[in-house]
């Protein structure tokens, strides 16, 4: 099993916008793309599947860019792969109509329940990195 680098680099986008939500900074896409070494490009397609999903909020203007839509402690991994994956973390084949394929089927689709679960049990703020403020900032606490 492998996270979609898709989804992988959506935690992390979001988890930079979560570092300074309390502020209500808007973010742009280039400041965030350095800070997680990511294409700005690939990074704005991630971004607008987040908007489509009601994760992140976009501002237009010299002074635009990206904001969480609501408080990081409620923004859990689960919803951020459902946004980008579309559903189920682990996705099994019917089998190929064996003895063993629906049990093999049951086991996995266990699995996937229990990761969803787990995943519904961590958010944003378990994933907030260190925030040095810039150029005199005051630190952002929330």
């Not at 680098?5 to 793309?33: F, I």
């Not at 990511?38 to 904001?67: C, D, E, F, H, M």
């Not at 944003?124 to 040095?132: E, R, S």
């Amino acid at each position: 099993m492998r996270l979609p680098l898709k989804t992988e680099y959506a935690c992390q986008v979001l988890a930079q916008l979560a570092s300074t939500y309390a502020a209500g900074d808007v973010r742009q896409v280039e400041e965030l793309a350095a800070a997680e070494s990511l294409s700005p490009n690939y990074l704005v397609q991630i971004l607008t599947t987040l908007r489509q999903a009601g994760l992140v909020i976009s501002r237009r203007g010299k002074n635009g860019g990206y904001l969480l839509a609501r408080h990081p402690g409620d923004i859990t991994l689960a919803e951020i792969a459902a946004a980008m994956e579309g559903g189920s973390l682990i996705e099994s084949s019917p089998g190929n109509g064996g003895k063993s394929a629906g049990m093999v089927r049951d086991a996995w689709m266990r699995v996937n329940e229990a990761m969803q679960q787990r995943c519904g049990e961590i958010s944003l703020t378990d994933l907030v990195p260190p925030y040095a403020p810039q150029d005199g900032a005051d630190w952002v606490i929330f």
